[in-house]
Each structure stands twice: as structure tokens, then as C-alpha cells.
């Protein structure tokens, strides 16, 4: 693979504003970072298809874009597309590639042309002084479209709740886009639900719209009713070697097929997640911010039931078993007090 992974334009391409997802590459046969001129210098950055199967992102800048044929942009844009191999197919990586989301700088990665790649986008933004950053996902569970940030500050919850009154606040996993980009400038990942979804793409496009018309962030605390603020406690994989399934019982795990209606549902202590053959210890693992194991703390086995220990709230539980293996089994969240979040 070449070092020099990274693209850089001052134009769209011709046919951008028309291409499918999985046909991008044969226009843009790398990452690439497009810068675009507008009123306000401080350009608002916008990372897409980091996973190659989440197009909600393209959908919504390329429907901007259209909208804004002709015109001048209220404020300079820097988009970056990122896995356009991995978009050909129609995944979220290829075998073989690291998750685009996770070796930005702060990643406990390896160094690859990937990760020299982030940083170069990093090294090339922080000198453009953008105003913001967005980094628009999707999701294959039900989940309700809500914010994430890395940072606790005003400009952040401001920024988070111009999306959902819903936001997550994580430090784990690390290499995340928003979280290198919380170093340069306030920064805000977009949870838009599922891909094929069309009311993922008008909420991404009316949220990035607004982000593009604003002169400046509040500062001023925001209010209790604008904002719910929950915090990933932990993330949660199926441990190596163990088998695991929805729709058959003879593995190590089995998982119920609507497990992913717990999403942000608080769910008390003693819910069951699925049912377990091995009975010496739970057959996920829990890791903290910090990447320590805390499976003990929030789960136990309770005959050949996995249950939870103490009250919390899943996200990204999927029914996509490859998902699954490729990123995580779900995420756990505690509630933060108003108190925190008015103070910070």
C-alpha cells in the first residue's frame, strides 16, 4: 500500500454531487480532503463514510451542496471522505484495514499509512482554524439519532444539543475522529440511525446547514431542557473464541433477537442479555475509559443467564453479527448530572 494514502482538492470532483457511495471510488480512488471557499474563512469540517456502509453522510453533503449550487457557502467547508474501498463493497472496513474511526491521533494503533494519513488531515486542518467538526455516522441497531462529544465545555453541549436533546459523552474508544479533532476546535459525532433511513440525510443536512449559518458558539450554560447527557461507562465485546448468535442456540451465547429495543432504554439490575453455556465467567468483556476490564462490575451469570449488575443504559446493541465482530457488542451508559454539565 502507498504511504501517501490522502487526496487533497480545492473543487468537487465532477459527478461527486451524483455518485453513489459505492461508486465514489472510481472519482476519488483515495481518502480525500476537498476544501471549499465561502463567506466566513473558518471552515466547518465534515468527515463522511468513515465506515464505507454509513452513507447518510454523503447523502446529506451532497444534498447541500446541490442546494447551494451557484451560491457562495456562508462559511468555507472542508469535507473529508474517508473509506471509499471499503464503500465499493458496501462494508464498514475491508479485511485487512483498520476502523477509519479509530486511528486518529490518540490511537493505540500501530503506525500505518492510515494513521500517518489522520494525522495529515489533522496537521492540515489545524492551520485552516476550522470553527467546528462534525463526523456523521450510522447505526445498525435501533437507536434514536443523538450527539457524541469527548470534551465537557459549553461550546460542546451547545453544539451537541443543536442536534438531539440526547448526548453521549466518551473518552473509550481511543482514535476517534471527534476526539483528535476536540484539540483543534469544538467537535460533535452524529449518531443518524440507520443508513437507508431518509430522515437520517435531512437531519445531518439541516444540522450541518445551521452549523454553516452559526458566527460563533454560545458560551453561556446551557439549559436543563436543552440537553440529556449520558456517559459511556464501558464498552462491551463478545469475548475471543466464543460463539455467539441470534437466531441459533448452539453456541457459547445465545442472544435474543430483540435484544436491540434496549437501546437508551434504563434497564434495571437482574435484565437478562442472553443466554450462556459457560458458566465460569460471562461471556463478554467490559472495558472502561482507561481500557481496564470491568466486566465484573456490570455483569454476572446467573445459572446460564448473562445479566446485568446494576441499573444502565445500552447503546449500539446490533443484530448484525459481523458488526458485532468488527467493532463491539453494545455500549454502556450512566447518566450525568445537570450540575456537571452547568459547571464544566
Partial sequence: MNDQLLTQLDQLPDGFLTSHAQQLHSLLPHPTLIHLPGRLKNPLFVSILLHGNEVTGLLAIQELLKKQKGRELPRALSIFVGNVSAARHNLRRLEGQPDYNRIWPGTTLNSSPETKMARQVCDEMSKRKPFASIDVHNNTGLNPHYACINKLGQPFFHLAALFSRTAVYFTYPKGVQSAAFAEICP?????????????????????????????????????????????????????????????????????????????????????????????????????????????????????????????LMPAMLTLDERVIEQDCFCYLMERMSYDLIKTA
Fill in 187 to 311: 467537535a460533535v459525532t452524529l449518531e443518524c440511525g440507520k443508513p437507508d433511513q431518509k430522515q437520517g440525510a435531512e437531519h445531518a443536512l439541516e444540522f450541518i446547514e445551521s452549523c454553516l449559518h452559526l458566527s460563533e458558539h454560545p458560551q453561556h450554560p446551557i439549559a436543563h431542557s436543552d440537553i440529556e447527557l449520558f456517559h459511556t461507562v464501558a464498552q462491551v465485546k463478545i469475548r475471543e473464541n466464543c460463539s455467539f448468535s441470534y437466531q441459533q442456540s448452539d453456541v457459547d451465547l445465545a442472544l435474543d433477537p430483540d435484544l436491540d429495543h434496549m437501546n437508551f432504554t434504563e434497564l434495571p439490575t437482574g435484565t437478562v442479555m442472553g443466554i450462556s453455556k459457560n458458566r465460569s465467567q460471562p461471556p463478554v468483556i467490559a472495558n472502561n475509559d482507561d481500557g481496564e476490564d470491568v466486566t465484573e462490575r456490570y455483569f454476572n451469570l446467573k445459572d446460564n443467564d448473562l445479566i446485568i449488575k446494576k441499573p
